[in-house]
C-alpha cells in the first residue's frame, strides 16, 4: 500500500511538473493567439484587448496557472480559443480514436511478438531466428514516418486502402455493418505502421528475456524429465521471462496514447496527434498544455499499472515491497 | 577501446565509409550537386529522374553516357510547363541527345566561404538538364536539393547531439562527483525528462517559441530545442560512470596527493566517460537527424524554400506527390540508409555487451 501511495504521489507532482513547465515556456513565448488577430486590420486593437481580458490572457501567470488548475480540477482543462470550447471534451474524443488505433495495434503486436519471439529463442541461429534479427534491425532503420508515408502511398496507389482519414463522407448513410467495416477498413494502413514500429522492440526483448531463461538448469531439467518443447517453452519458460516483458508492458500502456503522433498526422487520423499539431500552429495554448498533460497523465498511469502488474506477477517483489 | 576485438572492428568499415561518403558528399554539395538548390526549371515540374542511356537511337554503343533533351514544352504566362498537343511532359525527344560531362562548368557555388568555384562533378549543356532524382513542384533538382538539404538536416543532428552531450557530460560528472543536493536535483530533473513522451515534448516546447523566423534563426532554434531535450539519458550514464570510478583506487591516491578537483575531473575522469559518449553519440545522432526531420515535416521546423530533408518529404502530404511522384522518396531512402550506418556503429561500439533490462528509452 504504501508502495501505491508512493507512486501516485510522484505521478500527481510529476503532472504537476509537467503543467508548470509548460506554463513558464508559454510565458517566454513571444506572441500568442491573438497576436494573429492583430494583424487583421477589420478587428481594431480594443476588441483584441477585450477578447484577450475575457480569456484571462491579460492576467500574471501566476494567476492564469491558478486558474488553469481549478479550471482542470472542474474537469474543463482551460478553454480553446481556436474551438471556442472546454478542452477536456475536445480531448477526450481526441483520445478515444487514438486509443481505439493505439489500442489494436498494440495488442496486436502482443500477440504476434509473444509467440514469434519464444520461437526465436528456442532455436537461436536458426533460420526464423536469422530472418527476424535481419527483419528487425531493418525495420528499426525506418523511421515510422516513411513508414507511413510508404504505406499511405502503396494503399493509395493500389487503391486497396481509403487515403487516411477515419471514416468514409457517407458514413452516417451506411448500415451499422456498413459502418464497422469501414471503420476497420481505415484502421489498417495505421495499424500496420504501428505495428511494425513497435514490433521489432518486442521481438528483441521477448528474445532475449527467453534466452537468458533457457540457460537456467530447470529447463535442462524438465528437458530431462522428457516435457515436450512446446509445454517448456510456453508453461515454464515464458513465465519465468515475464518480469521484463511485463515492465515492457507497461510501457506500451504508457505510449497508448503519445505513441502514435506521427502516423495520426500521416494518415489523418482525428487522434489526439493532428489535434496537438493544430494547436501549435495556431497558438492554442490551453490545448497544447491539455494535451500533453493528459498524455503524460496515461504515461504515468501506464507506467504505474506496469509497475502493478509486475507486483500481481511475482511474489518476489511483493515480499519485499510489504518489508 | 584502443584493443577492440577484429570482428568488431571489421563490422565498424561499412557503416562508417557509407556515413563518411554521405556526409563528404553533403560538405561538397555546390561541387557534386550539379544545380543550385533554389533553380527552377520551369520546363519540367514532377519529372521523374532523367533517364541515362549508353545505346544511341541508332543502336550503337556509347562510350559516353548522354541523356535526351525533353520534347518541347510550352511555357504559359503563369510560368509553369504546359505539354504541347503531341508531347506528354517530361518526355524524351530522341532527336536532340547530350552526352554527359565531368567537371563541368557551371553555375559558381563557394566552399569555404572563400573559393567560388564553378566546376560541377556531372552536367549537360544547358538546353537540357541533368535531373539524376528527378524534379518536384517547382522544377527543382532533387539531387541537388538532397545535398544542400543534408547540410542542414545531417548538421541539424551532429551540432544537436553536440549540445546535449555536452550538457550531459556537464551535469552528469557534477551530480555524480560532488553527489549531494545537487546531484538528487539534477537526477529528479532528469527522471522528469526522461519520463515525458518525446515527440509530445518537443512539439510543446516548439509551440512556446516563436514560429516565424528567419531560416538562421530556426536552424539555431530547432538545434537548442532538440539538444536541450535530450541530456538527461547521457546525463544519467555518465553520472554512473563517474559515481564508480571516484572510488577507484588511482583516484584516491591522487586525492590524497593533494589533486585539485578540476585536476582529477580532467585528467581521471573524463576520459573515462570516453566510450559512453561515443556510444551516445552514435545512438543521439540518427535521433535528433530524424527530430529535425520530423519538425520540418511537419511544418515546424524550417519551410519552404530552405531545403532540407524534412521539407522535402513534407511535399509527399501532397495527394498526387505522394501517388506519381516516386522519387520524392529520396530523401528518405538516405535517412534510411544513415539511419543503418548509425545503427551498425552503435552496434559495433556496443560490442557484444548485453543490454541490461528493459528501459523506457529503447522503448521510444
Not at chain 2, 225 to 252: D, M, N, Q, T, Y
Request: with cysteine; hydrophobic share 50%; glycine share 10%.
Amino acid at each position: 500500500m504504501r508502495y501505491l501511495a508512493v507512486r501516485f504521489l510522484q505521478g500527481v507532482l510529476l503532472l504537476f511538473g509537467v503543467s508548470l513547465l509548460s506554463f513558464a515556456f508559454l510565458e517566454l513565448a513571444p506572441g500568442d493567439f491573438f497576436e494573429e488577430m492583430r494583424l487583421n486590420p477589420q478587428i481594431s486593437p480594443s476588441t483584441v484587448a477585450r477578447l484577450r481580458a475575457a480569456y484571462g490572457m491579460d492576467r500574471p501567470l501566476p494567476v492564469r496557472y491558478g486558474r488553469w488548475l481549478v479550471s482542470a480540477m472542474r474537469g474543463d482543462f482551460g478553454f480553446s480559443f481556436a474551438y471556442g470550447s472546454p478542452v477536456a471534451p475536445l480531448l477526450l474524443v481526441r483520445a478515444r480514436n487514438t486509443l481505439l488505433l493505439t489500442g489494436t495495434a498494440t495488442l496486436l503486436a502482443w500477440v504476434v511478438a509473444l509467440p514469434w519471439g519464444v520461437f526465436c529463442a528456442a532455436r537461436p541461429g536458426g533460420w526464423l531466428d536469422r530472418g527476424s534479427s535481419l527483419m528487425t534491425s531493418t525495420l528499426l532503420a525506418i523511421p515510422e514516418l516513411l513508414l507511413g508515408l510508404c504505406f499511405l502511398a502503396i494503399g493509395v496507389r493500389t487503391g486497396w486502402f481509403p487515403a487516411g482519414g477515419m471514416l468514409s463522407a457517407s458514413f452516417e448513410d451506411f448500415s451499422r455493418w456498413q459502418q464497422i467495416t469501414d471503420l476497420l477498413w481505415h484502421m489498417v494502413l495505421p495499424v500496420v505502421v504501428l505495428i511494425l514500429g513497435t514490433l521489432p522492440v518486442l521481438l528483441r526483448h521477448v528474445r532475449a528475456a527467453l534466452l537468458e531463461v533457457l540457460d537456467a538448469p530447470f529447463i535442462r531439467a524438465a528437458l530431462g524429465h522428457g516435457i515436450s518443447r512446446r509445454r517448456i517453452l510456453f508453461r515454464h519458460a515464458l513465465p519465468a521471462a515475464i518480469n521484463p516483458l511485463v515492465s515492457l508492458f507497461g510501457f506500451s500502456l504508457a505510449a497508448l496514447l503519445s505513441g502514435s503522433l506521427l502516423t495520426e498526422v500521416i494518415m489523418s487520423w482525428p487522434g489526439l496527434g493532428p489535434l496537438l499539431l493544430e494547436a501549435v500552429l495556431a497558438r492554442d495554448i490551453y490545448v497544447v498544455v491539455g494535451a500533453v498533460t493528459f498524455s503524460t497523465f496515461f504515461l504515468v498511469a501506464g507506467m504505474a499499472l506496469g509497475d502493478l502488474l509486475l507486483f500481481a506477477s511475482d511474489p518476489r517483489i511483493r515480499s519485499e515491497a510489504l518489508v | 577501446m584502443m584493443r577492440m576485438r577484429l570482428a568488431s572492428a571489421r563490422k565498424l568499415i561499412v557503416p562508417l565509409a557509407l556515413l563518411m561518403g554521405i556526409h563528404l558528399a553533403v560538405l561538397m554539395a555546390g561541387f557534386v550537386a550539379p544545380y543550385n538548390p533554389d533553380m527552377q526549371d520551369r520546363a519540367a515540374p514532377n519529372c521523374p529522374p532523367t533517364r541515362v542511356h549508353w545505346v544511341s537511337a541508332d543502336g550503337r554503343l556509347s562510350w559516353h553516357p548522354f541523356i535526351y533533351g525533353l520534347s518541347e514544352n510550352v511555357v504559359t504566362e503563369n510560368g509553369f510547363a504546359q505539354p504541347t498537343k503531341e508531347a506528354e511532359p517530361c518526355t524524351e525527344n530522341p532527336r536532340t541527345a547530350y552526352p554527359i560531362q565531368f567537371l563541368r562548368r557551371g553555375v559558381p557555388y563557394t566552399i569555404l566561404g572563400v573559393l567560388t568555384p564553378d566546376r560541377h562533378l556531372l552536367g549537360v549543356a544547358t538546353p537540357a538538364h541533368l535531373h539524376l532524382m528527378g524534379t518536384d513542384n517547382y522544377g527543382r533538382d532533387v539531387f541537388s536539393r538532397l545535398l544542400y538539404g543534408g547540410q542542414i538536416s545531417l548538421f541539424a543532428g551532429l551540432l544537436a547531439t553536440a549540445l546535449s552531450l555536452t550538457m550531459g557530460v556537464l551535469l552528469g560528472t557534477l551530480a555524480g562527483f560532488y553527489g549531494g543536493w545537487g546531484d538528487a536535483v539534477i537526477m529528479r530533473g532528469a527522471e522528469l525528462f526522461l519520463a515525458l513522451p518525446w515527440l509530445y515534448l518537443l512539439l510543446a516546447l516548439r509551440a512556446f517559441l516563436p514560429l516565424h523566423t528567419g531560416p538562421r534563426q530556426t536552424f539555431l532554434l530547432l538545434i537548442a530545442v532538440i539538444g536541450f531535450l535530450g541530456w538527461a539519458r547521457p546525463a544519467r550514464l555518465i553520472r554512473g560512470v563517474v559515481l564508480s570510478a571516484k572510488e577507484r583506487s588511482h583516484i584516491l591516491a591522487a586525492r590524497s596527493f593533494g589533486a585539485s578537483d578540476l585536476h582529477l575531473l580532467r585528467v581521471h575522469l573524463l576520459p573515462e566517460t570516453r566510450s559512453v559518449v561515443l556510444t551516445q553519440a552514435a545512438l543521439l545522432i540518427p535521433q535528433y537527424v530524424l527530430a529535425e526531420v520530423t519538425l520540418s515535416f511537419l511544418g515546424l521546423g524550417l519551410s519552404e524554400p530552405v531545403p532540407s530533408w524534412g521539407t522535402m518529404l513534407a511535399t509527399l502530404q501532397q495527394y498526387h506527390v505522394l501517388v506519381s511522384d516516386w522519387w520524392m522518396f529520396f530523401p528518405g531512402i538516405v535517412l534510411v540508409v544513415v539511419f543503418f550506418s548509425y545503427g551498425g556503429l552503435s552496434d559495433a561500439l556496443q560490442g557484444e555487451r548485453a543490454k541490461a533490462g528493459v528501459g523506457w528509452e529503447d522503448y521510444r
